[in-house]
């Protein structure tokens, strides 16, 4: 099953375009971050910290690609909230706070769906 759904994610991955492989990024940090809440419920620690850490490491991704020199200040402002969102998810990890996660996956409801709205035809 692991070897269908791994091959299954990279043929998805290499026929997405760039605009729409983003588009997953924020649906794979939201899926995290619901595993997480979840995880702390249930008390289960190591599927917590595997959710949040899989969090963590996709906005780091988001927060490394940004074209600064394309996006001017709007990749700025991008980048400081990553920042945000990866300084309450640490935070969240550290207290068990589901709230924080709540707090978080607003956030990036808002910014995916902001990008969802961008025609991927225009420049």
């Not at 375009?17 to 190591?46: F, K, N, T, W």
């Not at 207290?95 to 902001?114: C, F, H, M, Q, R």
Request: glycine fraction near 6%; include cysteine.
């Amino acid at each position: 099953m692991r070897y269908y759904t791994d091959t299954a994610s990279a043929t998805i991955s290499s026929e997405a375009s760039p605009h729409r492989l983003i588009s997953m990024l924020y649906d794979g940090v939201l899926e995290r971050l619901a595993i997480a809440r979840s995880s702390i419920s249930r008390g289960d620690v190591g599927a917590k910290l595997k959710a949040i850490n899989g969090a963590i490491q996709i906005v780091e991704h988001l927060r490394v690609v940004l074209d600064h020199d394309a996006g001017g200040s709007l990749a700025e402002r991008l980048d400081a909230l990553y920042d945000y969102c990866l300084r309450r998810m640490t935070l969240a990890n550290a207290k068990n706070d589901p709230d924080i996660l709540a707090e978080v996956s607003k956030l990036i409801v808002t910014i995916k769906s902001g990008w969802d709205a961008i025609d991927p035809m225009q420049r």
